[in-house]
């Protein structure tokens, strides 16, 4: 993937920053400061460089009208902080007292701009906005890839009306994702858990296209079981999607290996520490549902992982916020951090319940890369342009 990083920016000049400050808050104050610790190593690399820097970000659903309570200023004091470096506010994304405010700061001097949600031209894509914005700066940086998936003014109008360059976070998830599903080193063996089969459909039927082996577990596995004639007992499934079950693996049939559980873990209730039992797929009860993948299962997957150069996860392998049905996830997980640890594996991983549960197994910080991105990092792993990407390309 080739676009502008920021070695390539010019020194001395006003660069226009799209960051993710969408941070969460209790009483007014930042309660975790993740995503601005995230920003700082791109605020730093041009601050080095002498520029200015303007910070764009949005927060929450303000839907184009100004709302007190999701004004962005409470986050510049943590912000300065984190830099030990003042960071100035100015209380409109673009306009007279924005540009003023930009030119009385020194050389690398930072500050942040209100909320670019205040205005409806953000999430419409505004051509007059994005101008509007474009006007306070040299050059444009986008260091927010999960508001990539939006056209919005500052995550992709703006990108088009100044030299555009990659963020150093955005540049890493790029770098990454090209690793996990651009260009990757072959065998690839993409893992796919969670709930439902309809919320990843589309991710299925890309993910067949482009790898070697797919492992499918978690609640979805279960409508592949039922699909292929298995007795499922009272598990999770939609049994309305088992045609498309079927027309799925036979689409990948050729391609793409599919892997499914050769054994399960079954309980009456789905609650922690419920009594449960390993079986196979011949011995499921009518009153058990599946919650977690077996140990033979497990043993499976780690050998498919062995015989792997890369890895692509998403979606836990059972019921993880349970124990003892978050065993296959935390085993699979630690056996990947592994083979990473160990030069063997490239694993990148990403989605709201595939970070928790990599958590709760202590290996977050032991795979290649973990995206925190959400709806862009599902999107892209469907195969889907970013727009905000897109406009980074050259
Ligand atoms: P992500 O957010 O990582 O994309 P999903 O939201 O698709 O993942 O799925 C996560 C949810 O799937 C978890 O809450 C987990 O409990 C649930 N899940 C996994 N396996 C099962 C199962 N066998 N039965 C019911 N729910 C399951
Ligand atoms: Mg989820």
């Known amino acids: 993937m080739s676009f502008r990083r920021i070695e390539d920016a010019p020194a001395s000049q006003t660069a226009l ?60 004091a943590p912000l300065a902080a984190l830099l030990g470096a003042p960071v100035a506010f100015a209380d409109d994304c673009v306009g007279d007292a924005a540009k003023a405010a930009i030119d009385t700061l020194p050389a690398g001097g930072v500050i942040l701009l209100e909320n670019t949600r205040f205005h409806a031209g953000e999430e419409t894509n505004d051509p007059a906005l994005a101008k509007q914005i474009a006007a306070l700066g040299d050059f444009y ?119 499914l559980p050769i054994d399960v873990v079954v309980a009456k209730e789905v609650k922690a520490h419920a009594e449960a039992r390993i079986c196979g797929l011949d011995d499921i009860q009518p009153d058990e549902k ?15 992982m062995k015989h792997s150069h890369t890895l692509i996860w998403n979606g836990p392998l059972g019921v993880f916020e349970l124990p003892p049905f978050d065993q296959a996830t935390v085993l699979t997980a630690q056996a990947a951090a592994e083979l990473v640890k160990d030069g063997k594996l490239v694993a990148v991983a990403g989605g709201g319940d595939t970070v928790a549960a990599l958590n709760h197994a202590g290996v977050a910080d032991d795979m290649t890369f973990v995206s925190t991105a959400g709806g862009a990092f599902l999107e892209w792993m469907e195969g889907k342009p970013l727009p905000g990407v897109e406009a980074l390309k050259r």
């Not at 986008?142 to 009306?161: I, K, P």
């Not at 599946?290 to 050998?303: F, S, Y």
């Open 17 to 76: 920053v799209r960051v993710d400050f969408n941070v969460p808050m209790a009483d007014g104050a930042v309660s975790d400061d993740t995503r601005l610790r995230a920003a700082l190593p791109t605020i730093q690399a041009l601050t080095a460089k002498g520029c200015k820097v303007a910070l764009l970000a949005h927060f929450d659903r303000p839907k184009g009208k100004r709302v007190a309570a999701m004004s962005l200023q409470p986050i510049a």
């Open 141 to 259: 940086v986008n260091d927010a890839f999960s508001a990539a998936h939006r056209a919005h003014a500052s995550t992709e109008g703006v990108a088009h009306l100044l030299p555009a360059y990659a963020g150093k976070q955005m540049e890493r998830e790029l770098d990454a994702l090209e690793a996990a599903l651009g260009n990757p080193k072959r065998p690839v063996l993409g893992i796919v858990g969670g709930a439902k089969v309809s919320t990843k459909l589309e991710l299925l039927q890309h993910l067949i296209a482009k790898l070697d082996k797919l492992a499918i577990g978690g609640g979805m596995a279960n409508t592949f079981l039922y699909a292929q004639g298995a007795e499922i007992g009272g598990s999770l499934a939609e049994k309305d999607m088992a045609e498309t079950a079927r027309e799925i693996l036979a689409a990948a049939k050729g391609k793409c290996e599919i892997l």
């Open 290 to 304: 599946i919650l977690d993948a077996g140990e033979k299962t497990v043993r499976k997957l780690r050998e498919a």
